[in-house]
């Protein structure tokens, strides 16, 4: 939960928000494509639930058959996915938001965080349905793709 009545002294340290549609969406956009393009924003994963906080997209992907590569894209910028010939991409993992220990990635010293986990699980749906089989694949990454990674609650 992005918003709570309570003081930040008396949250808990690991709430965890979750935009449900992550995983699918990336899946139905990437699954058994060679390339995949994703525009993440919240026109496809819903409105932005933490106003003022900046999330980033992590996607784990695979090149078949080589090794697992990690990339991390910042909210608004590009992720840009691409194998080598004859190679595709199959997507292993990725989650949209922010985690409270990862500070450091993709904010600013001035932006004030919340004090919880901020994570879309359907980032994976999502990026698995537009990118899978795929040799490249885009996409924006924002609460238009990927959901708002806080709901309310």
Do not use: W
Not at 27 to 34: F, G, I, M, V
Not at 37 to 47: A, D, E, I, K, Y
Not at 95 to 123: H, V
């Amino acid at each position: 939960m992005c918003s709570s009545q309570k003081p930040a002294s008396q949250r808990e340290d690991s709430l965890t928000c979750v935009a449900a549609t992550t995983f699918q969406k990336v899946l139905d956009e990437c699954q058994n494509q060679r390339a995949c393009h994703l525009l993440v924003n919240s026109r496809v994963f819903g409105p932005d639930l933490c106003p003022g906080s900046s999330k980033y997209l992590l996607v784990s992907f695979k090149c078949q058959p080589n090794e697992l590569k990690n990339k991390t894209v910042c909210e608004d910028q590009e992720l840009k996915l691409h194998c080598h010939e004859s190679k595709f991409l199959n997507i292993y993992s990725a989650t949209y938001g922010r985690r409270t220990q990862e500070r450091d990635i993709c904010s600013s010293k001035a932006e004030r965080l919340p004090p919880f986990d901020c994570l879309s699980y359907s980032a994976l749906q999502v990026l698995s349905r537009r990118c899978y089989g795929k040799q490249r694949c885009k996409i924006i990454v924002n609460n238009h793709h990927f959901g708002s990674p806080c709901l309310p609650g």
